[in-house]
Nanobody
Framework: QVSVVESGGALVQPGGSLTLSCVVSGLTFDDASMAWIRQAPGKEREAVSCVSYYGTNKFYTDSVRGRITISRDNNKNTVHLQMNSLLPEDTAMYYC??????????????????WGQGTRVTVSA
C-alpha cells in the first residue's frame, strides 16, 4: 500500500516563507519522480515543481521560479518544497504526487500515479 502524506501548510503573511514536506512509503522512492501540485480556489490543478529520481533535475512552473525550491532526501523518502516571497496567489491546496517509473512532466497531471491528501497554504495579511 502506497502512502503519500504532506505536512507544513499554514497561514502566512505575504512576503513570508514556508516549507512543505512529504513522506512516501510503500514504493521504491528513488524510482519515482516527485512533484508538488496545487489547486487554488476555483481553479484547476497545476504542477508547480518536480524533481527527478535522484534530485539531479528540478523543474518549476514560471509563476514560482526563483521563489520556490524543491528538494528530496532518498534516505528518508521525503520531498520538500521551500517557498519564499509568498504571494496571495500562492494560496492553494498543495498536493505531493509521485510519478512512479516516470520522468517529470509539469504539463501532464496524469503522469502522477500516487497522490497525497493535500496540505493547505493560505497567504493573507
Amino acid at each position: 500500500q502506497v502512502s503519500v502524506v504532506e505536512s507544513g501548510g499554514a497561514l502566512v503573511q505575504p512576503g513570508g516563507s514556508l516549507t512543505l514536506s512529504c513522506v512516501v512509503s510503500g514504493l521504491t522512492f528513488d524510482d519515482a519522480s516527485m512533484a508538488w501540485i496545487r489547486q487554488a480556489p476555483g481553479k484547476e490543478r497545476e504542477a508547480v515543481s518536480c524533481v527527478s529520481y535522484y534530485g539531479t533535475n528540478k523543474f518549476y512552473t514560471d509563476s514560482v521560479r526563483g521563489r520556490i525550491t524543491i528538494s528530496r532526501d532518498n534516505n528518508k523518502n521525503t520531498v520538500h518544497l521551500q517557498m519564499n516571497s509568498l504571494l496571495p496567489e500562492d494560496t492553494a491546496m498543495y498536493y505531493c504526487a509521485a510519478a512512479y517509473g516516470r520522468v517529470c512532466d509539469l504539463d501532464n497531471l496524469n503522469n502522477y500515479n500516487y497522490w497525497g491528501q493535500g496540505t493547505r497554504v493560505t497567504v493573507s495579511a
